[in-house]
């Protein structure tokens, strides 16, 4: 088994620039989970999907992102317009079932910087 | 990779010795822990899991240890070796819903050689 699978694995891009991250779910896995990390915040929740319907996008920091999982082994994240302050690892992580009691499986993230 | 805060707490611990890493968590309606390791450049890795009907609950080298009174869990890993270095995150949920984990700020495990 491959994992989660991220890409890319780095993104350096400029101020105003649109950024896709991609994530590719353990197959049979019913349940994604976008998390980013910075060293001031830690690790916080942003969207999570169960059976590629978004359930909770209350950690989405505002409209500039943006969440979809158009089938069951494929999600993207973006942010448009970018802003320096969105520099962080994004990790995609998925899990047998959104119900209580189970392991999520994390990717190896994608580390963005936006200058 | 990036993982931590500036001030994140640091644990140096002698190769072969035990160690402990605490956690105090922050909602008492949580009632399931886990246990998360991540190392430089990787994801959060699962480790080992216990929910608020135990006190306690071991793996292979690794005991969790969970006091509801004071919401306080506490890892140990027995005769910690070098690839134990990592960062460690205590992380909690609540059962009855789909499973929001919150995780806490962590603690960088160093293993002296």
């Known amino acids: 088994d491959a994992g989660v699978i991220q890409s890319p694995r780095h993104e350096v891009t400029e101020m105003g620039q649109e950024v896709t991250l991609r994530c590719k779910p353990i197959?049979?896995?019913?349940?994604l989970f976008w998390y980013r990390q910075t060293m001031m915040r830690g690790l916080e929740l942003l969207i999570y999907?169960?059976?590629?319907?978004?359930?909770?996008d209350s950690g989405m920091p505002e409209d500039r992102f943006s969440a979809k999982m158009p089938n069951a082994s494929f999600s993207t994240l973006k942010i448009q317009p970018s802003e320096p302050r969105d520099s962080a690892v994004y990790f995609c992580?998925?899990?047998?079932?959104?119900?209580?009691?189970?392991?999520?499986?994390f990717g190896p993230g994608t580390r963005l910087t936006v200058l | 990779g990036e993982s931590v805060g500036l001030h994140l707490p640091t644990l140096s611990v002698q190769e072969g010795d035990n160690s402990i890493i605490n956690c105090a968590y922050s909602?008492?309606?949580?009632?399931?822990f886990i246990w998360y390791k991540q190392e430089s450049g990787k994801g959060p890795q699962f480790i080992i899991d216990?929910?608020?009907?135990?006190d306690k609950r071991q793996g292979q080298r690794v005991t969790v240890l969970l006091n509801k009174t004071v919401k306080h869990l506490s890892l140990q890993i027995a005769a910690t070796q070098p690839g134990d270095s990592a960062v460690y995150f205590c992380?909690?949920?609540?059962?009855?819903?789909?499973?929001?984990?919150?995780f806490g700020t962590g603690t960088k495990l160093q293993v002296i050689p």
């Open positions: 992580a998925s899990s047998p079932s959104g119900q209580f009691g189970n392991e999520q499986f």
């Open positions: 197959s049979g896995h019913n349940s």
């Open positions: 216990i929910r608020s009907n135990m």
């Open positions: 992380a909690e949920s609540i059962s009855g819903g789909y499973q929001k984990v919150t």
């Open positions: 999907f169960n059976n590629n319907v978004p359930i909770d």
């Open positions: 909602n008492s309606a949580s009632d399931y």
